[in-house]
């Protein structure tokens, strides 16, 4: 079995605010392993979000711990590329932050977005891309400082149905292809079966985990071709079931 990336143990997490505290996590236990896609999913409002700020080392626990090895790479709900910077610029942006802006990791980050279809539009601007190409470029940006474990909120959720479809089985190849441990954030049962090797269910806030299951897709990780096989309906099903308690 390949080591625990990143674990969460016993972990309780209180916001303190003028009206009052409110407790977004309680006693949250689970684990990522090196390599693995897990999927976090949850009722609105009950601290997913909290859960990934958490996992970041943003917040710090009101009590138990948080472990992760290595360093972290952060998604957002929208692709916040700067309208001004050229597609090469910002992807390269977080090697400018990290001073880790060599000739050498540029050309790391470039042939990454060569790989990945946008070597045409390294020196076009966001507006000038779609919103897939875009996703596509916040993905290669976060890829870009290579860390150890990618955290998603929601990259999805600003996307129409159909761009969505697309750029989820985009994000999926690259994710797999680079070998790289990812945890999701999501609401939507679907994209978590889709893309996962495991999913966790949340309670209602306080969050803490409910159920915990490792889906049997076999050696299938393309999200269009899971949402084809039977057991995909069986496992909407259940985990539909296990949210809506």
């Known amino acids: 079995m390949k080591n625990e990336i990143l674990r969460f143990e016993d972990v309780t997490y209180t916001y303190h605010t003028r009206r009052g505290e409110t407790t977004a996590a ?12 897990v999927a976090v999913i949850g009722p609105s409002g009950c601290g997913k979000t909290t859960l990934l700020s958490l996992a970041a080392g943003l917040l710090t626990p009101s009590s138990g711990k948080v472990t992760r090895q290595g360093s972290c ?14 597609i090469e610029k910002n992807i390269c942006l977080p090697l400018e932050i990290k001073r880790q802006n060599t000739a050498e990791r540029r050309q790391q980050a470039i042939a990454l977005a060569q790989k990945y279809g946008l070597g045409d539009f390294l ?20 890829l870009a ?11 999805f959720s600003a996307l129409d149905y159909q761009t969505r ?15 790289k441990t990812a945890l999701l954030i ?16 949340l309670t209602k806030r306080p969050a803490s985990v409910a159920y915990g299951h490792t889906l049997d897709f076999g050696d299938e990780t ?3 071709k899971r949402r084809e096989m039977p057991q995909f309906s069986a496992w909407f ?9």
């Open 26 to 37: 309680a006693d949250l236990t689970f684990s990522v392993r090196e390599g693995e896609f």
């Open 73 to 86: 790479g952060y998604m957002l709900q929208k692709d916040e590329l700067f309208p001004w910077r050229t």
């Open 123 to 142: 020196g076009s601007y966001p507006a000038q891309l779609s919103g897939g190409m875009r996703q596509r470029a916040a993905l290669i940006r976060t």
């Open 145 to 155: 400082t290579e860390p150890d474990i990618l955290l998603l909120d929601e990259p």
């Open 165 to 179: 479809l697309n750029v989820c089985e985009d994000v999926s190849s690259i994710i797999r292809s680079e070998e």
């Open 186 to 201: 999501t609401h939507d049962i679907s994209e978590a079966i889709s893309l996962a090797d495991r999913v966790f269910v």
């Open 222 to 224: 393309r999200p269009i």
């Open 237 to 245: 099903e259940l985990l539909w079931k296990e949210l809506n308690k």
